[in-house]
């Protein structure tokens, strides 16, 4: 039986290898990703190795997200490094097999690297300017070492004390200095000592000569000695150094720029990408100036600034490989109110996203969370169209968000795609038929293939080569060939060294791409203009072209909607013989450029409105043509209950619920609000109105909630907590409120209740909700510490009666709370430090005490680390505040329990 057992599972075995290796030489799809930490904070810029090859960088947030191909079976290699201002970054590497999946599906493998470091900061000791060399240098009470022939002495350490570094510095012949100075890694202090006065030699009293003596012979007085020449003045010049990066019209801090004046090096940019140090050596009209960042565009960089009181030196640095654009697909709106394209919708939309995410020039912003993010925002459409997120939070996580519409006609449909970038600019739109369904996966590549070969790309010159120059631009991402224009761009700045950004210096087409790069000749060049590498480029796109082509322009005018409600209308797309010349803005109008005495076919077109189509000609330059389009609109019927709670549209007040005769609204994304009032909650979503009646009424009705959380907090107000438990209590999960609520009900239970089991209960319930526990939603991070602090509590109080659970509870705590040591960048403004302060206090509290109930001695050199922390990261506002002084007097005990067992 065992025998036969045992040739079964044999053949089974042999299976699974023969099937492993049919499919092995077949290659999978997979993604890696990572979220990079240094120190808990996220880790920008980070390089990012795959089987020792460098593929690309984190992103601002410290994520880095890559598709790749390989065979099953595969173990890959990953590798981090990171260089970072002031810090010796150790690498990270891990390493994972690839898993044969199913077709069509990818696996994704995440890993949160956080990475480890040491900091320095520069002292430099100076007499008026000049390196003192053997100065004796003690931080911390503790002699470290001596100044070196330049003056200066290079300090490392793992964490900053609370209150600062205590220097003192002192060497015969000075006066010793002393303070507590707070520094940045990376930072040059300048320690400038004074001399001693010298002690005046002792007087001795004259003695008078005997009388019976003549007095002796007046002595001629010696001529007084030359003056020595003057020591020449050292010339003193404060140099503002900043490092930057731009993309689409974002600019960033870029950190770790080495920087040397005059030869020395005098540290690197901070996190703001910034230096400030002052110059001081012999009088000299200029001081050579020197960037260097390895891994960058360019990687050396060299100017001679003038010595003057202040002189600001500014240089943006580029990725090797440009990061991909980021970019959210809104949504198509159905814009034929008697047809149900629904189905049609869905199939355009995920047939454009894989397609264009196919290319790695670009990356996808899901629609969720791109809708999400806009709502949190408080941006519509129309915001976007016209004025851009450029100083929104959305900012940081989209370059570029796409939106359309599909009309039916007799022959089939049109499907509008428009393009809109951070600023607010339309840098393209255009209509594509399709006759049939079947016919949409076809019609979506030519979308993509009309975004990709118009897209105002950007890049940096990598290399200046006798034909021209090289850029970081090529094929295999960003489908370059040969023919493309880009504008050649040169730094502007201003008389004090500011950069104000790039001008436009010359034009130069490309006339060989490999998968990387692309060869670019010029065809012409601002007078006095050379080639540089780390100049930008930007591809020129067909509507510039067509601007300077067509001498002529005119200016399109559009109303919407029936007098005497038309109104101005933002965002129709202006079409001339079938092709994009421009879109209306805020107020309506838009220049476009035109060809005199032409017929021309004119297509304007918008989301909600019916299309418009003309024959027209231009009979003078700047000529103004006015036309209104006629809504195209959705009976939107709806009831509430309870009644009565007012209804607007994008902001615009409409009626009073119940309204069943309906009311008239535009195709299109609406944001559509219902107020009632009392203790009852706002109603607000996002509806798409794209069909002839939207119907919210009967089974359909809204139905408010109760606003628990103003309950709760009035109840809260009024000293009554156990109304206040049962207001947050009676918080379902559909309330929008719920997470919120839920923890606040926690905290009641911890502070007033000393009921740890029921806030463990409810923070838990918070974090089970995906968007929290993957801190979608940033406000939730410090949920963790409140969830390892009740952890704390529940194991502390177990201690003596179960120390098994004890134990249990401890290491929960020490898990939920290194997340949240991970993410306290998320902590809310408003109690930052008493957040970061609980992280780290019922850390170390939850280490010491794990130790007391296991006896494990490796808890005790963690133990010892955490104390070490808690004292390194206490907030300074935290000074005074008496519970805060009792814990911190109580922390003290600990350390020095633990440090008595080392």
Same mark, same amino acid.
């Given at each position: 039986?065992?025998?036969n057992?045992a040739t ?6 042999a299976?699974?290898f023969f099937f492993?290796?049919?499919?092995g ?5 997979l993604e890696?990703?990572?979220?990079v930490t240094?120190?808990g904070?996220?880790?920008p810029?980070a390089?990012?190795l795959?089987d ?8 601002d947030?410290?994520?880095?997200l890559?598709k790749?191909?390989k065979l ?6 990953v590798?981090?490094e990171?260089?970072?201002?002031g810090y010796r970054?150790?690498?990270w590497?891990?390493?994972?097999v690839t898993?044969l999946?199913?077709?069509g ?12 470091a ?12 000049e390196?003192v060399?053997?100065a004796?240098?003690q931080?911390q009470g503790?002699?470290?070492s ?7 002495y290079?300090y490392?350490?793992q ?7 205590a220097?003192?510095v002192s060497?015969p012949g000075y006066?010793a200095?002393?303070?507590?100075v707070?520094?940045q890694?990376?930072e040059l202090?300048?320690?400038d000592?004074q001399k001693k006065e ?8 004259a003695?008078?000569?005997?009388a019976?003596k003549?007095?002796p012979a ?5 001529a007084?000695?030359p003056?020595?020449a003057?020591?020449p003045?050292a010339?003193?010049?404060?140099l503002?150094?900043g490092?930057?990066t731009e993309a689409?019209?974002?600019t960033?801090?870029v950190?770790?720029v080495s920087?040397?004046a005059?030869g020395?090096a005098?540290g ?13 050596g012999?009088p ?9 960042s390895p ?12 010595l003057?009181n202040?002189r600001r030196v500014?240089r943006?640095f580029y990725?090797v490989k440009?990061?991909p654009?980021r970019?959210g697909i809104?949504g198509?709106v159905n814009?034929?109110?008697?047809k149900?394209?629904?189905d049609?919708i869905?199939r355009v939309?995920l047939?454009?996203?894989?397609n ?6 670009f990356r996808?912003?899901?629609k ?5 993010m806009?709502r949190q925002?408080k941006l519509d459409?129309?915001?976007?169209s016209?004025?851009?997120?450029m100083t929104t939070p959305l ?16 022959v089939?449909?049109?499907?509008e795609t428009?393009v809109?970038?951070?600023d607010?600019t339309?840098?393209l ?5 399709a006759r049939k369904k ?13 975004i990709v070969?118009?897209f105002p790309?950007?890049g940096?010159v990598s290399?200046v080569a006798?034909?021209?120059c090289?850029?970081n631009?090529?094929k295999a991402d960003?489908?370059?060939r040969?023919?493309n224009?880009?504008?050649?761009m040169?730094?502007d ?12 210096a010359?034009?130069l087409?490309?006339i060989?791409?490999d998968d990387a790069?692309s060869l670019?000749?010029?065809v012409e ?7 540089s590498?780390g100049?930008?480029? &930007?591809?020129r796109?067909?509507? $510039?072209?067509?601007?300077e082509t *067509?001498?002529?322009?005119?200016? =399109?005018?559009? @109303?919407? +909607?029936m007098?005497?409600d038309?109104?101005?209308l ?8 079938n092709?994009?010349?421009?879109t ?6 838009v ?8 017929e ?6 918008r ?5 418009l189509r003309d024959?027209?000609s231009?009979?003078?330059n700047k000529e103004v043509?006015?036309f209104?389009l006629?809504?195209a609109?959705a ?11 007012e209804v607007?549209?994008d902001g615009?007040?409409?009626g ?10 535009n195709f299109?994304?609406r944001?559509?609000?219902l107020? &009632?009032?009392?203790?009852f909650? $706002?109603?607000?979503?996002?509806? *798409?109105?794209?069909?002839?009646? =939207?119907?919210? @009424?009967g +089974? ?5 909630l109760?606003?628990y959380?103003k309950i709760?907090?009035?109840a809260?107000a009024?000293?009554?907590m156990?109304a206040a ?5 009676s918080?379902?999960?559909?309330n929008?409120?719920y997470?919120?609520a839920r923890c606040?009900?926690a905290?009641?239970y911890m502070?007033?209740k000393?009921?740890?089991?029921a806030?463990?209960r409810?923070f838990e319930?918070v ?7 993957q ?5 939730f991070?410090?949920?963790?510490t409140?969830?390892g ?12 009666d179960d120390?098994r659970a004890?134990?249990q ?5 020490l898990k939920?709370l290194?997340?949240?040591k991970q993410?306290t960048?998320?902590?809310p ?13 019922y850390?170390?509290i939850s ?5 007391l109930?296991?006896k ?9 680390r955490?104390w070490q922390e808690y004292f ?5 506002s935290?000074?005074?505040k008496?519970n ?7 922390a003290?005990k600990y350390w020095s329990q633990?440090k008595d067992?080392?």
């Amino acid at each position: 039986m065992i025998a036969n057992r045992a040739t079964r599972w044999g053949i089974a075995i042999a299976a699974a290898f023969f099937f492993l290796a049919c499919e092995g030489s077949k290659t999978v799809d997979l993604e890696l990703e990572l979220t990079v930490t240094l120190d808990g904070k996220p880790a920008p810029a980070a390089k990012v190795l795959i089987d020792g090859t460098h593929v690309g960088a984190t992103d601002d947030s410290g994520h880095f997200l890559q598709k790749l191909s390989k065979l099953p079976g595969t173990e890959v290699q990953v590798a981090v490094e990171k260089e970072a201002a002031g810090y010796r970054v150790d690498p990270w590497k891990d390493s994972f097999v690839t898993k044969l999946t199913q077709p069509g599906t990818i696996e994704r493998y995440g890993f949160k690297p956080d990475l480890s470091a040491t900091r320095y900061f520069t002292l430099l000791v100076t007499d008026e300017g000049e390196p003192v060399e053997g100065a004796a240098v003690q931080i911390q009470g503790e002699r470290v070492s001596e100044t070196g022939q330049a003056g200066e002495y290079e300090y490392s350490y793992q964490r900053t004390p609370g209150k600062g570094f205590a220097v003192s510095v002192s060497k015969p012949g000075y006066l010793a200095w002393r303070k507590t100075v707070s520094v940045q890694p990376g930072e040059l202090y300048t320690v400038d000592l004074q001399k001693k006065e010298a002690k005046p030699a002792p007087q001795v009293a004259a003695v008078a000569p005997p009388a019976e003596k003549e007095p002796p012979a007046p002595v001629k007085a010696a001529a007084p000695a030359p003056k020595a020449a003057p020591k020449p003045k050292a010339q003193s010049t404060t140099l503002y150094v900043g490092a930057l990066t731009e993309a689409y019209g974002v600019t960033r801090a870029v950190p770790g720029v080495s920087v040397a004046a005059g030869g020395t090096a005098v540290g690197k940019t901070n996190a703001k990408g910034a230096l400030v140090y002052t110059y001081k050596g012999q009088p000299a009209e200029t001081v050579n100036i020197k960037l260097t960042s390895p891994g960058l565009i360019p990687a050396e960089w060299e100017s001679t600034v003038p010595l003057r009181n202040k002189r600001r030196v500014q240089r943006y640095f580029y990725p090797v490989k440009p990061d991909p654009i980021r970019v959210g697909i809104y949504g198509y709106v159905n814009n034929s109110p008697d047809k149900d394209l629904t189905d049609v919708i869905e199939r355009v939309e995920l047939t454009i996203a894989n397609n264009l995410f196919s290319y790695g020039g670009f990356r996808e912003v899901p629609k969720d969370s791109l809708q999400a993010m806009m709502r949190q925002a408080k941006l519509d459409m129309e915001t976007v169209s016209t004025k851009g997120w450029m100083t929104t939070p959305l900012i940081k996580a989209v370059d570029m968000i796409i939106y359309g519409s599909v009309t039916a006609d007799e022959v089939g449909m049109s499907i509008e795609t428009t393009v809109t970038t951070a600023d607010g600019t339309i840098i393209l739109s255009q209509i594509n038929p399709a006759r049939k369904k079947e016919n949409i996966k076809n019609t979506a590549k030519l979308i993509v293939g009309g975004i990709v070969d118009q897209f105002p790309f950007e890049g940096t010159v990598s290399e200046v080569a006798p034909e021209g120059c090289r850029i970081n631009l090529g094929k295999a991402d960003f489908q370059l060939r040969r023919g493309n224009e880009f504008r050649y761009m040169v730094a502007d700045t201003d008389r004090s060294g500011r950069l104000k950004g790039y001008k436009d210096a010359g034009l130069l087409r490309v006339i060989q791409t490999d998968d990387a790069s692309s060869l670019l000749e010029v065809v012409e060049l601002a007078e006095g203009t050379q080639l540089s590498v780390g100049d930008r480029v &930007v591809r020129r796109i067909y509507l $510039d072209e067509r601007r300077e082509t *067509e001498k002529a322009t005119a200016t =399109v005018s559009v @109303t919407g +909607g029936m007098p005497p409600d038309s109104r101005p209308l933002w965002g129709v797309n202006i079409y001339l013989n079938n092709t994009w010349v421009g879109t209306t803005g805020s107020k309506g109008s838009v220049n476009i450029p035109v060809r005199l005495y032409e017929e021309q076919d004119i297509l304007l077109s918008r989301h909600g409105y019916q299309q418009l189509r003309d024959t027209v000609s231009f009979g003078e330059n700047k000529e103004v043509m006015t036309f209104s389009l006629d809504v195209a609109s959705a009976l939107f019927k709806v009831e509430s209950e309870p009644s009565g709670a007012e209804v607007s549209i994008d902001g615009t007040v409409i009626g009073t619920t119940p309204m069943m005769k309906g009311e008239l609204v535009n195709f299109g994304f609406r944001k559509v609000k219902l107020t &009632v009032g009392g203790d009852f909650r $706002d109603w607000e979503q996002v509806i *798409e109105f794209n069909q002839p009646e =939207v119907d919210r @009424t009967g +089974g359909r009705k809204i139905v408010f909630l109760k606003d628990y959380m103003k309950i709760g907090k009035r109840a809260e107000a009024q000293g009554n907590m156990d109304a206040a438990i049962t207001a947050y209590a009676s918080t379902e999960r559909e309330n929008p409120d719920y997470s919120e609520a839920r923890c606040r009900l926690a905290q009641l239970y911890m502070d007033e209740k000393n009921d740890s089991d029921a806030a463990i209960r409810e923070f838990e319930s918070v974090l089970s909700l995906p968007e929290n526990r993957q801190i979608i939603y940033k406000q939730f991070a410090v949920t963790y510490t409140n969830l390892g602090h009740a952890y704390y509590e529940k194991g502390n109080s177990l201690v003596r009666d179960d120390q098994r659970a004890a134990a249990q509870h401890f290491a929960s705590a020490l898990k939920n709370l290194g997340i949240a040591k991970q993410n306290t960048r998320f902590f809310p403004t408003a109690y930052y430090d008493e957040a970061l302060h609980d992280t780290y206090y019922y850390t170390a509290i939850s280490y010491h005490k794990l130790y007391l109930v296991t006896k494990k001695r490796s808890l005790i050199d963690r133990a010892d680390r955490a104390w070490q922390e808690y004292f390194d990261f206490y907030p300074e506002s935290l000074e005074g505040k008496s519970n805060f002084v009792a814990m911190r007097s109580g922390a003290q005990k600990y350390w020095s329990q633990i440090k008595d067992l080392k």
